[in-house]
């Protein structure tokens, strides 16, 4: 039986999860999330796709991207993918598959979702107990986002700006909004 058709629109935004082959890690080290962050920087301007939010964890990767008319995203997540597993087979001298399948996409249709998913996705390590805090862990757009940490990779949410005028009143309302999840 052929798999179904991924439903992608022509613009909007999409979570995106990709797991490691039964739930293995992907990333042994953090060189192996470097080499990955950069391929996601050399990849997402080609095929037009903005990625908001990240998280990049030892067995499975989190996007929130935007797609724009003239994106790609099964292009980009094939690229990106396959790309990390040309690195990791040479690195560890590994046979088989690095990935579970597909990537599983998720449209997000309304606002409140739209900034809900970020903090999921940024929330991750701290679910997992890789962190106590989400600004402790490198791998994602929390320190973007909550302290204005410099990152090329991301297009802002497009909500994260009407929190606030001010950059630093935005910076400290969006910490809350996370720690708030954090703490329920």
């Known amino acids: ?12 935004y999409l979570h995106i999860i990709s797991r490691g082959n039964n739930k293995r890690k992907i990333f042994r080290y953090e060189r192996d999330k470097k080499q990955y962050y950069l391929n996601l920087k050399k990849l997402n301007q080609q095929d037009k796709v903005n990625i908001c939010h990240y998280c990049l964890m030892s067995n499975h990767i989190h996007l929130l991207v935007e797609i724009r ?6 292009r980009f997540m094939k690229r990106i993918n396959l790309k990390y597993v040309y690195y990791y087979q040479r690195k560890y001298t590994y046979c088989g598959h690095l990935w579970q399948g597909r990537f599983q996409s998720k449209i997000i249709n309304d ?53 606030s005028a001010r950059q630093d009143k935005r910076q400290r309302l969006y910490r809350n909004l996370v720690l708030e999840e954090e703490n329920e």
Not at 120 to 140: C, H, K, M, Q, T
Not at 141 to 163: E, M, V
């Open 1 to 12: 039986m052929p798999r179904q058709a991924r439903e992608i629109p022509l613009t909007g």
């Open 69 to 74: 008319q003239g994106s790609n995203l099964s």
């Open 111 to 163: 606002e409140l979702y739209l900034i809900q998913c970020g903090k999921y996705i940024e929330l991750n390590p701290v679910r997992a107990g890789s962190v106590a805090s989400p600004e402790d862990y490198p791998f994602s757009s929390y320190r973007y986002y909550g302290f204005g940490r410099k990152d090329s990779l991301i297009t802002p949410n497009p909500l994260y700006r009407d929190l």
